[in-house]
């Protein structure tokens, strides 16, 4: 297995704001395993339940990458989007644990976590 040591450091996030490596972003994100920041596509889970507070299957395939030990998930500022049903059995079948905190403790966790780690995080609500 493939480990990834360069991951970049999540500085900052307040409602509608992160920034990472010093660089600010006014989206969600996604952090992949080689440590690329990208824009998160929401419009995968808002396709099949309206809103991107309820992460689909859809979106979760599209995030994952095989070799992945975790997926930390920051759930918004008050913590309000949630993991379907599907996107939770997805992640459990291929061994990757999922952590859900509210953004400001995913970024915490995030910053200290070590092995091969994607990063989704939700910056409003």
């Known amino acids: 297995m ?3 040591n360069m991951k ?14 010093g660089e600010e972003y006014d989206h969600d994100i996604i952090i992949t395993l080689e ?10 889970s808002k396709s099949v339940f ?3 507070h309820k992460i689909s299957l859809l979106e979760i395939e599209y995030v ?10 920051g759930t918004g500022q008050y913590g ?21 905190r509210p953004t400001p403790e995913a ?10 780690r994607i990063g989704l995080f939700h910056i409003t609500c």
């Open 2 to 4: 493939l480990f990834y």
């Open 8 to 21: 970049p450091t999540i500085d900052k996030t307040s409602f509608g704001s992160i920034t990472v490596d």
């Open 35 to 44: 440590g690329k920041v990208k824009k998160r596509k929401k419009k995968l």
């Open 50 to 52: 309206g809103t991107s």
């Open 64 to 73: 994952y990458q095989d070799g992945a030990e975790g997926i930390i998930i």
């Open 80 to 100: 309000v989007a949630k993991l379907s049903k599907e996107a939770v059995q997805f992640l459990a079948e291929k061994n990757c644990r999922a952590v859900f």
């Open 107 to 116: 970024m915490q966790g995030w910053n200290r976590a070590e092995g091969n």
